[in-house]
């Protein structure tokens, strides 16, 4: 079952963090294909929020082809769309690493201290 805890520090709007949430989870195959999803109402009554918002951050996710709905049986995780979710998420990772690379090269840090400092940082 996914664990969802709210923010009250995030930047991101309530249904925004529940989306993405959701989405690690299935990176993660804490949520598996098929597997049901919390119902809307259980969701929102347990994270202490409107259905709406619920509603919205499953709708978005069945927009997106993540999540699917069954009519009267609620929404569950989809099957094609985990491994395209998982490339975007490495995608943005590499645009980032590039970035940080750019940046420890500006401060003259050789590749040996880079690797160097990420094994430290991998490890804590």
């Known amino acids: 079952m996914i664990q969802i805890l709210l923010s009250n520090t995030s930047n991101l709007a309530i249904y925004e963090q529940i989306i993405a949430q959701i989405k ?3 990176i ?41 709905s069954k ?21 943005t990772l590499e645009t980032q690493m590039i970035e940080l690379i750019r940046q420890c090269k500006n401060a003259e840090l050789s590749k040996e201290d880079m690797m160097s400092m990420l094994d430290v940082l991998y490890d804590e």
């Open 71 to 91: 009519p009267g049986k609620g929404f569950y995780v989809s099957k094609s769309k985990t491994e395209m979710l998982k490339e975007k998420r490495i995608q």
């Open 24 to 26: 690690d989870a299935i």
């Open 28 to 68: 993660k195959k804490d949520a598996l294909p098929d597997e049901p999803l919390p119902s809307i109402r259980a969701l929102a009554q347990d994270l202490q929020i409107s259905v709406i918002t619920t509603k919205r951050a499953y709708e978005e996710l069945e927009k997106e082809g993540l999540v699917y």
